[in-house]
């Protein structure tokens, strides 16, 4: 949870004065009583269905006082904008290191995920063979390479403005060699 956080305040940090407006707005309607914490009943009833549990409560909660407060909260906000994978064998939210069937990727937002422990114990059963898994952190390494054997542009300051909330786009056209690449936050 801590990557998490870190990557949430972040993005928070370097964000525009109205992608942090949207932050701030959307943790005032999660407070729904106006005290500026965010109390457990609060948020199982106000956020999505496969974030409503106790145990990501407890986790995003880091100092323990049964709430969660604005820095607390920036963890949440970037899992609704950029929803987490989940583990296909035991359903836990895939916080730090995990694997993916490569060839079920194609597939995204449908992709096969695994936790290492699931991976690593075999507990789990696939249509597709261990060895058609990646783990993220070298699936990043591939995609770097690819990105190196394409031309990926950035659009201009304006363009980006046009999207405010969180949304990651890349494509790679393979017949020219050329493609876009849109900002994430």
Same mark, same amino acid.
């Given at each position: 949870?801590?990557?998490?956080?870190?990557?949430? $305040? +972040?993005?928070?940090?370097?964000?525009?004065?109205?992608?942090?407006? =949207?932050?701030?707005? *959307? !943790?005032?309607? %999660?407070?729904?009583?106006?005290?500026?914490?965010?109390?457990?009943?609060?948020?199982?009833?106000?956020?999505?269905?496969?974030?409503?549990?106790?145990?990501?409560?407890?986790?995003?909660?880091?100092?323990?006082?049964?709430?969660?407060?604005?820095?607390?909260?920036?963890?949440?906000?970037?899992?609704? $904008? +950029?929803?987490?994978?989940?583990?296909?064998?035991?359903?836990?939210? =895939?916080?730090?290191? *995990? !694997?993916?069937? %490569?060839?079920?990727?194609?597939?995204?937002?449908?992709?096969?995920?695994?936790?290492?422990?699931?991976?690593?114990?075999?507990?789990?059963?696939?249509?597709?063979?261990?060895?058609?898994?990646?783990?993220?952190?070298?699936?990043?390494?591939?995609?770097?390479?690819?990105?190196?054997?394409?031309?990926?542009?950035?659009?201009?300051?304006?363009?980006?403005?046009?999207?405010?909330?969180?949304?990651?786009?890349?494509?790679?056209?393979?017949?020219?060699?050329?493609?876009?690449?849109?900002?994430?936050?």
């Amino acid at each position: 949870m801590n990557e998490i956080r870190e990557v949430a $305040k +972040a993005y928070y940090a370097a964000a525009t004065p109205a992608e942090k407006d =949207l932050a701030v707005k *959307y !943790f005032r309607s %999660l407070d729904a009583n106006g005290d500026g914490r965010i109390s457990l009943a609060e948020y199982k009833t106000l956020v999505s269905s496969w974030l409503s549990n106790d145990k990501l409560f407890r986790e995003l909660d880091e100092n323990g006082d049964g709430t969660l407060h604005f820095e607390e909260f920036l963890a949440l906000f970037y899992m609704e $904008k +950029a929803p987490m994978r989940l583990c296909d064998a035991c359903s836990n939210i =895939l916080l730090g290191s *995990y !694997f993916s069937c %490569l060839l079920c990727e194609k597939n995204h937002p449908h992709t096969y995920d695994l936790c290492c422990r699931c991976y690593g114990g075999g507990g789990y059963q696939h249509s597709h063979p261990p060895s058609s898994f990646m783990d993220n952190r070298s699936m990043r390494l591939l995609l770097a390479q690819i990105m190196k054997q394409s031309q990926v542009t950035v659009p201009d300051v304006d363009e980006v403005a046009k999207f405010p909330t969180i949304s990651c786009s890349i494509s790679i056209d393979k017949g020219d060699g050329k493609g876009t690449f849109r900002r994430v936050w």
